[in-house]
């Protein structure tokens, strides 16, 4: 599935089953918390933290799922074509980190 396709699959998925979309502002508390489950598998699997059992059935590709679907939303409430802006932003990248990774000493 392309990003655009995603954007339009969440599109249709919200107006036929979510009713209409949670305000800007929810979605990014939303989104926000989303992240910190992301965390929160992140730092008990690869981190040093311990599982306490109502985490154990947490998925850490369900959890990026969600964060996904709600910054999908947020994009499509505000009108910005994903697509497009993660293309600028590897021309942006692109440009401005030409040989600042090349030329780290800690990556090499």
Known sequence: MSIAEAQEKVDQWI???GVRYFNELTNMAILTEEVGEVARIMARKYG???????DKDKE???EMADVL???I????QTGVDLTKALENNFEKKTI??????RNN???G
Do not use: I, M, P
Request: proline share 0%; hydrophobic share 30%.
């Open 105 to 107: 000493e800690k990556l």
């Open 60 to 62: 850490l590709a369900d």
């Open 69 to 71: 679907w709600v910054l």
């Open 96 to 101: 401005r980190d030409k040989d600042r990774h």
């Open 15 to 17: 107006r036929s089953h």
């Open 48 to 54: 040093e933290q311990s599982f306490k059992e109502s």
């Open 73 to 76: 939303c947020l994009a499509n």
